[in-house]
């Protein structure tokens, strides 16, 4: 936080003068009244108030303009730098908490901020100014109308904190329930062919009604308790209220007191009665905020990967002495023992639940281990992004994005003349090509291309890829054998003198290799 205010703190002096002026705007017309009795009201002293009215509302327009557009930038900012450690956490928190539910909260995370930062910040000083000035004029006509609104503020102080803690806990959950529910949502309903053939309404209330009843009966809870205990302490101040209008026309008939009062108090009450709202409403935007920095530094920042320390120019060897790793208080290892170099077309074959994969894994640092060397460095001491940005990692499962092919390939950029020339010469991409176009949008998840369509885009980004290392893991699994011929040949021909690793449960494709590695069984210990 304080970190997010020292970036921020021309945005934050500036929103502070422009709540300032407006406070001192809005206030004008009472003190107007104020320093004039009934007598000396005029014409002129109309013109001025609506003056002050006017210039109020301006203030507030351009500052409102002048907040969102920031906003956009901030939010923005903000969550990318959520994303990123999102992005740098532990693989294995990362696929525990899983990605959609991590989305979720990180989305929660940055409109809290947003409220809190861009809204709640001003309003703390707005209502400060507010309270005290509604105090002092209310003193100018009574010290005992001044006196009850003073024991207000406390009241609603430490009622509305006792509210709110209870309310921090009630949020937690409703976020926790809500995020459950859309991750659940998001998953069901994302695999548009399951979906139109197999589930109907039943087999939807079945599959997501549990967890999105739970999240609107959380929702209805937290809305019920925050409504009734507001409402509470909104009573006890509209009584107030009423009881000191009632007394003041009692004055004012008695000739103890001036209309003018009353005008003054119709002014102000308002105006000290919205300042109590908004400390109610900056407390609520602040407990939202805490919950969200709470999933923060528990769930993100906490589960943040280890990093090295040294960075490497390339890949050059690859050292295997019995590699093994930690998952879940169990100790697996592999019985290996192997140099490989560029120019290696290394096979890694074995049965499934070898460890095939893990193996794969732990040659991009997704997980500690020992027993791994890079250049004769121990892997764990290696810089991450060193590493990584060195590797080029073609997955079973392919990412396509909702944009055009070139994009997709590109991720977000546009295609060089040149890339587009070399990538049409490897012909991987001729089977698309023949029936789409460069600008052709794909659909979400790459609904309008086939398995080995897919494939193909994913290995045209892999020849565009500058990479010392090739890991291939079982990329050929659901696509057709003519399609898996021409993706292992192109990446072949074009990535000689790397180091190039895969697994395929196709033996076929072992003929493609110049090196194997059988990996009989994964040991356990623990």
């Known amino acids: 936080m304080k970190e997010i205010i020292k970036l921020n703190k021309r945005f934050i002096l500036l929103s502070s003068i422009v709540v300032i002026l407006t406070s001192i705007t809005a206030l004008i017309t009472p003190l107007i009244i104020q320093t004039r009795n009934e007598n000396n009201l005029s014409t002129k002293t109309f013109f001025y108030i609506f003056i002050a009215v006017a210039v109020s509302f301006l203030l507030q327009i351009i500052a409102q303009v002048y907040r969102e557009n920031y906003a956009a930038k901030f939010n923005t900012n903000y969550l990318f730098s959520l994303v990123q450690k999102m992005v740098n956490m532990t693989y294995d928190s990362y696929v525990q908490l899983e990605p959609t539910y991590l989305i979720s909260r990180i989305n929660s995370a940055v409109d809290s ?3 809190f930062f861009i809204t709640s910040f001003p309003a703390v000083i707005k209502a ?5 000035c509604s105090l002092i004029l209310a003193w100018f006509i009574s010290w005992k109308i001044s006196l009850v609104m003073f024991f207000l503020i406390p009241l609603n102080y430490f009622g509305f904190k006792l509210i709110n803690k209870e309310l921090a806990i009630r949020m937690d959950r409703m976020q926790r329930s809500s995020a459950v529910a859309t991750k659940d949502l998001v998953v069901t309903l994302s695999n548009i062919d399951s979906v139109k053939a197999n589930m109907d309404t039943k087999v939807l209330n079945n599959l997501l009604s549990c967890k999105v009843e739970a999240m609107y009966s959380n929702l209805a809870n937290t809305n019920k308790f925050a409504g009734t205990t507001s409402a509470t302490i909104g009573f006890l101040n509209q009584a107030v209220q009423n009881f000191v209008y009632l007394w003041t026309s009692i004055l004012i008939v008695k000739g103890e007191f001036q209309i003018s009062n009353l005008i003054i108090l119709s002014i102000v009450f308002p105006l000290f009665f919205n300042a109590l709202s908004e400390i109610n409403k900056i407390n609520i935007d602040f407990r939202s905020l805490l919950t969200s920095n709470n999933f923060l530094k528990e769930k993100l920042i906490a589960n943040i990967e280890k ?6 120019n390339k890949i050059k060897s690859i050292e295997f002495n019995n590699p093994s790793f930690d998952l879940n208080g169990n100790q697996y290892s592999f019985n290996i023992k192997a140099t490989i170099v560029p120019g290696n077309v290394l096979y890694l074959s074995g049965p499934s639940g070898s460890g095939k994969s ?3 894994k732990l040659l991009l640092k997704f997980r500690d281990s020992a027993g791994i ?6 892997i764990n001491d290696i810089q991450n992004n060193s590493l990584r940005n060195k590797i080029a990692y073609l997955a079973q499962e392919t990412t396509i994005l909702s944009t055009s092919i070139e994009e997709n390939i590109a991720y977000g950029k546009k295609l060089t003349n040149n890339q587009k020339a070399f990538l049409k010469s490897t012909k991987i991409l001729d089977p698309i090509l023949k029936n789409k176009e460069w600008s052709t949008v794909l659909v979400e998840n790459g609904s309008n291309l086939s398995g080995g369509e ?5 290995v045209a980004r892999l020849l565009l890829m500058e990479a010392d290392l090739y890991i291939m893991d079982e990329i050929t699994s659901s696509i057709d054998q003519l399609s898996a011929t021409a993706i292992f040949e192109a990446i072949l021909a074009y990535n000689k003198n790397k180091i190039i690793i895969f697994t395929s449960h196709d033996k076929l494709n072992k003929k493609y290799a110049n090196r194997v590695i059988s990996i009989e069984r994964e040991d356990e210990n623990g």
Do not use: H, P, T
């Not at 400060?128 to 005290?132: E, G, Q, T």
């Not at 990093?307 to 490497?312: A, K, L």
């Open 113 to 115: 901020l947003y409220l």
């Open 128 to 132: 400060f100014i507010m309270l005290v």
């Open 307 to 312: 990093d090295g320390e040294r960075i490497i």
């Open 358 to 360: 893990s193996l794969l």
């Open 373 to 378: 060397k890079v250049n004769g460095y121990a």
């Open 454 to 458: 897919k494939q193909r885009i994913a």
